[in-house]
């Protein structure tokens, strides 16, 4: 009797792990209600670069909004952001793909800014340009592809945006992408920050392994040099479109390390 008492014990203490270990593994994951992300898009692109990572974000409460860049000068694109921002209640996360990250960078300064996270990004210091930083540096093949309008606008080829800007989409996508481009003016790669939020905030890198637009080691190296959480993806440049989950993920991460534990 004592024997069969002590199986059935050990039985439902069994029982009761895997039925407890069960419960966590269903539990929902963190409601985010109440932060806000804010997504900048790069040169050669537009608010809708988002569109695949946009309902993963909401799917966890977050409040999103994706920013319509002039992509006229880099004062222009961190007033638009800046006031994205104003609009917001409660923290914000703020995200920027490519040229985006110059644009956080001195849009992140704002006090409602909690963390950034930068997406196969340029990221500057205080004082630097995109051609500071691209100095002495051997030109990437895709300049080349670049065309300049009598307005001093620059866009991308169809030849370029298949086979560097996006290689990794379908190829009737990516020349969508060429098509719905945004031009991007010349003087934005003059155009120098003022401040580097960076310093202050808590930052997330998402490297793209695969990028041929911005050289992943650089990327790996600016990570580095701020201190980011690193998060690597076998990705073209446009990670968001061709890797929406782990550029998802990142953005949550921040947002429940970044934000809500402050």
């Known amino acids: 009797m004592y024997l069969l008492l002590k199986r059935y014990l050990t039985s439902a203490l069994l029982l009761g792990s895997v039925f407890a270990l069960h419960a966590a593994h269903a539990a929902p994951p963190q409601d985010l209600k109440g932060t806000n992300v804010v997504l900048v898009h790069g040169a050669f692109a537009d608010g809708s ?68 996270v930068y997406v196969a990004a340029l990221v500057p210091d205080s004082g630097a340009s995109v051609n500071d930083m691209m100095k002495n540096q051997p030109a990437p093949v895709w300049a080349g592809e670049l065309r300049k309008d009598s307005a001093n606008f620059l866009t991308l080829s169809t030849n370029a945006v298949i086979n560097d800007f996006a290689q990794d989409l379908p190829t009737a996508q990516a020349r969508v992408l060429a098509t719905t481009q945004g031009p991007w003016f010349a003087g934005c790669l003059d ?58 993920d990142a953005i949550i991460a921040a947002a429940s390390k970044g934000v809500v534990t402050k």
């Open 49 to 116: 670069s988002w569109d695949r990572v946009i309902p993963l974000l909401e799917a966890r409460g977050l409040h999103v909004v994706s920013v319509q860049n002039p992509l006229s000068s880099l004062a222009d694109d961190t007033a638009a952001t800046r006031r994205a921002i104003e609009q917001q209640t409660g923290p914000v996360v703020l995200v920027g793909h490519s040229w985006g990250g110059f644009v956080i960078t001195q849009a992140g300064d704002d006090d409602k800014v909690k963390a950034l």
């Open 191 to 248: 155009d120098k920050v003022s401040i580097a939020a960076w310093h202050t905030k808590p930052s997330w890198f998402v490297v793209a392994d695969q990028d041929r637009m911005i050289d992943p080691r650089a990327e790996e190296a600016m990570a580095r040099e701020i201190g980011a959480t690193t998060i690597h993806v076998d990705s073209s440049h446009v990670a968001m479109l061709s890797h929406p989950k782990a550029v998802a």
